[in-house]
């Protein structure tokens, strides 16, 4: 049982680690998200200069970047065999922030984009 949770932990330690680990390996991933979404940003917006449209296309596009800085801040240290669990934790925590953000803004850019911007672009921003 993890002293820092209420909850009984249905994770190994080592295996909780692991898994923290694995987040810091998705720099080719995180950089692909980060070129695609700011690259759909612009071509939106180019059509669709909506206000609400630019503030989480420019909010979002800060998000994935703070992401990858994140990522490649952190890695080495994240990637080191006596990773503790106490800090496999606090490297989860503020990986989570930029990620969850990202999700957030993304999920708003597309949603105010499906309202105003043209139907063409639809597909763009599922894509």
């Known amino acids: 049982m993890n002293p820092l949770s209420p909850f009984p932990s249905a ?4 295996t909780y ?3 923290v680990q694995s987040l810091f390996r998705t720099l080719l991933p995180t950089s692909i998200i980060a070129a695609s979404f700011m ?7 180019t059509q669709t200069p909506d206000p609400g449209l630019i503030a989480f296309g420019a909010a979002g ?7 990858l800085v994140v990522l490649i801040t952190l890695r080495n240290e994240a990637g ?13 925590r503020i990986f989570a922030v930029p990620y969850l953000t990202f999700a957030l803004l993304f999920g ?3 949603a105010r984009a499906f309202v105003v911007a043209l ?3 639809h ?5």
């Open 39 to 45: 690259a759909v940003a612009v071509i939106v917006l």
């Open 61 to 67: 596009s800060i998000a994935v970047l703070a992401r």
């Open 108 to 110: 708003l850019f597309s």
């Open 17 to 19: 680690v692991e898994l």
């Open 123 to 127: 597909v763009l921003i599922i894509a």
């Open 80 to 92: 080191q065999a006596t990773l503790t669990v106490k800090r496999a934790r606090r490297l989860e």
């Open 11 to 14: 994770v190994p330690e080592g």
């Open 119 to 121: 139907p063409e672009t």
